[in-house]
């Protein structure tokens, strides 16, 4: 009997198979096959349809998952809208400029309608973020593991608290990282993310405009490339602005490559969690090699697959929503 206890523990060490990742095994390529063959043929149909017209909707849509699967787990708890009773994660501060909702409606009512109760919220989420991405290109850019089910709890409050802030330094990271079982390696690849898409000024202006609470024109963030911070000077105007963005990678931000590495080596990084890398051999070390295209699509195949696993529900856990907006009753 001990002796059972004992292996068992030593399983749950070597492999990290008990707790938080003790159901991320159960995940699978495929998990559809059967019950649902047409399900993920329906994401890529639907995904195509909407980003061919508007192409920002990628950086929408793997930043929604990013979100997702950094509270309670890639769950879809993101999607669920406030009620009378409670104010669900979507209305929380760090989620007002997430988008893709309604897509992902869109791509539900379709799944639904071919094979009704099947294909979980969370897994829709999954998909749409690497079709999406992956639609310029023409082929999948990573695999995605399925099988997961949805939540029935989401607050605001959690949001708030699980999501890493623009203004997190390298060691808030790591350890923001670290809570979700995700290492430095997860943090510099997945990071790279921020080579499609933009930023609102007030999430990075105190770097232009107040970095050491002087409030003037010169006090700016000196691990900031200066032509670049005169340049989000002349485009936020001010400290408080909230309604200009910027792309993240200013040359080419709808283009999901290397980029982004090239921009930190740079200075050219947006927030100051971006500029964070640098200041860590290794994180800095890793960057290096992350300018190679090949070497940074090949390493986030690894890291995104790592963050798609975060705390899953499968099996008989939590439920297939009906509408993805609203907990079945
Ligand atoms: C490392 C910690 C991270 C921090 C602090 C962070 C923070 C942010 C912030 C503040 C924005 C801009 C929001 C706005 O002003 O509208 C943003 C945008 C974005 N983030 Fe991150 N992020 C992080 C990691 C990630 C990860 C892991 C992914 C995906 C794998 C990701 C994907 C994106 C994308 C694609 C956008 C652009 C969204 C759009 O264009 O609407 N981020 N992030
Ligand atoms: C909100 O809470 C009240 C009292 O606890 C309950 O009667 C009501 O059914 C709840 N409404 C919803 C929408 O959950
Ligand atoms: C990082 O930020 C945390 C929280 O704001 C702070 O306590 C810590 O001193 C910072 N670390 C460094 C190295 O600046
Ligand atoms: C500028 O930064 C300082 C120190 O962080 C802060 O006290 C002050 O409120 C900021 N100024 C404005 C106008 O937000
Ligand atoms: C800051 O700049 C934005 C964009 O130009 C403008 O909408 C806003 O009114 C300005 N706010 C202040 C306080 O000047
Ligand atoms: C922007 O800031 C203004 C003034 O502080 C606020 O009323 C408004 O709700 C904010 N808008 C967004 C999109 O956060
Ligand atoms: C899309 C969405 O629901 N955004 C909400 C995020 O949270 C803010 C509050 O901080 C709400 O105002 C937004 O509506």
Redesign the pocket.
Do not use: Q, W, Y
């Given at each position: 009997m001990r002796h059972y206890f004992v292996l068992a523990l030593i399983w749950c060490v070597l492999f990290l198979g008990c707790n938080v990742e003790a159901q991320a095994g159960d995940l699978k390529v495929g998990f559809y096959k059967k019950s649902c063959p047409q399900a993920e043929q329906i994401v890529s149909k639907v995904i195509a349809q909407n980003v061919a017209s508007n192409p920002?909707l990628?950086?929408?849509l793997?930043?929604l998952?990013?979100h997702d699967c950094f509270v309670r787990g890639c769950d879809a708890s993101l999607l669920i809208d406030s009620t009378a009773n409670n104010t669900a994660e979507k209305d929380a501060g760090?989620n007002?400029?997430?988008?893709g909702y309604e897509v992902i409606d869109a791509i539900k009512a379709a799944v639904e309608e071919a094979c009704p109760g099947i294909v979980s919220c969370a897994d829709i989420v999954a998909l749409a973020?690497r079709d999406s991405v992956s639609f310029p290109f023409d082929k999948p850019l990573w695999e995605v593991q399925t099988g997961r089910r949805d939540g029935t709890v989401s607050i605001a409050t959690e949001a708030r608290t699980n999501?890493?802030?623009?203004?997190?330094n390298y060691s808030t990271?790591v350890s923001?990282?670290a809570s979700k079982s995700l290492g430095v390696q997860d943090?510099v690849v997945?990071?790279?993310?921020?080579t499609?898409?933009?930023?609102?000024?007030?999430?990075?202006s105190k770097r232009i405009f107040n970095f050491t609470g002087q409030n003037n024109a010169n006090d700016i963030d000196p691990s900031l490339d200066l032509t670049y911070a005169r340049f989000l000077q002349r485009t936020c105007q001010n400290l408080s602005n909230n309604v200009t963005?910027v792309p993240?990678d200013p040359t080419t931000s709808t283009t999901f490559d290397s980029h982004y590495y090239t921009n930190l080596k740079q200075h050219k990084g947006l927030?100051t969690?971006?500029a964070a890398l640098l200041t860590n051999g290794r994180a800095s070390n890793l960057v290096d090699k992350l300018v190679d295209d090949g070497n940074f699509l090949n390493a986030f195949k690894n890291s995104?697959k790592r963050?798609g696993a975060i705390q899953v529900l499968t099996g008989t856990a939590g439920e297939i929503r009906k509408n993805c907006r609203v907990i079945n009753s």
């Open positions: 920002e990628a950086a929408k793997i930043r998952f990013f760090p007002a400029t997430v988008g973020a999501i890493p802030a623009p203004s997190f990271l923001s990282f943090l997945l990071s790279g993310a921020h499609i898409g933009i930023g609102h000024c007030n999430s990075f963005s993240m927030f969690s971006d995104i963050m």
